[in-house]
């Protein structure tokens, strides 16, 4: 890397731009390389053979973009807006990463068809077949969690299916319908197995992040931690104890999170 570049981390998922640049040993402050995330991809595809994909949608609203240090700049939305003019400046890296609606509906798919999946590995619609009325009650009830931790820092988190309306994916704004009848999601599969990213980087990573962060300025979030509990117990490892994205992975314990 050189001195001007941007770098664009997409998606962010959870604080992936912090990420990146922890990785790459720069400070958090430092601006001589410009660090971005996006709250999602603008496109959903799915690989069907190596070096092939299959894309499903690209989106047309609802994709947002912040960087470290949070500074509102025009340059990057310039940059990016060549490709995706609909693309919005977020607050800070806390809404994009709470925007990313992977983690309200993956691991509650996944885990409410454990059985299905280990069954027939994957032989069926993920989203078609995969939602019914109670699994988009347990959608809702992390979603609601979700939006709550942003209301606390002052952030406006939209509700997954009203995000998935904007960006093209879904008819109606409910959990359950929406997501079955969504022509976005129409025709993808399910996981052949449940070692899976839909496990592992949602419930892992990115609901593990969001519950270390509720606890810290103190929202209640039962369904997010029995969702993690309910992946720990499923995957035979504790995703909590690893803490791949709590405060103690950074070394930020002492620090106080504000909007």
């Not at 989106?59 to 003019?85: H, M, W």
Request: aromatic share 8%.
């Amino acid at each position: 890397m050189r001195a001007g570049q941007t770098v664009i981390i997409c998606p962010g998922s959870c604080l992936g731009s912090i990420e990146f640049k922890r990785g790459a040993g720069l400070s958090l402050r430092d601006e001589t390389i410009i660090v971005a995330e996006t709250s999602t991809l603008p496109y959903a595809v799915r690989l069907v053979e190596p070096g092939r994909i299959h894309m499903f949608l690209k989106i047309k609203d609802g994709l947002f973009i912040s960087r470290v240090p949070a500074r509102v700049t025009q340059r990057i939305i310039a940059q990016v807006g060549e490709v995706y003019p609909f693309i919005k400046l977020a607050r800070n890296v806390l809404q994009t990463s709470l925007q990313n609606g992977n983690p309200v509906i993956h691991p509650a798919i996944t885990l409410l068809n454990t059985a299905l999946i280990e069954r027939t590995r994957g032989a069926f619609l993920f989203y078609e077949e995969g939602v019914t009325p109670a699994v988009g009650r347990v959608i809702k009830a992390i979603d609601e969690e979700r939006i709550a931790i942003g209301r606390a820092l002052d952030l406006e988190i939209i509700s997954e299916p009203e995000l998935g309306l904007m960006q093209g994916y879904m008819l109606e704004a409910s959990y359950d319908r929406g997501y079955a009848e969504a022509p976005g999601f129409r025709g993808i599969q399910a996981q052949a197995s449940l070692d899976h990213w839909y496990l592992h980087k949602d419930a892992g990573y990115s609901l593990v992040f969001w519950q270390s962060l509720a606890e810290q300025i103190g929202v209640a979030t039962p369904s997010i931690a029995a969702l993690i509990r309910l992946a720990s117990v499923v995957m035979g490892q504790d995703y909590r104890q690893q803490g791949q994205r709590t405060r103690s992975h950074w070394g930020w314990q002492n620090i106080r999170l504000t909007a």
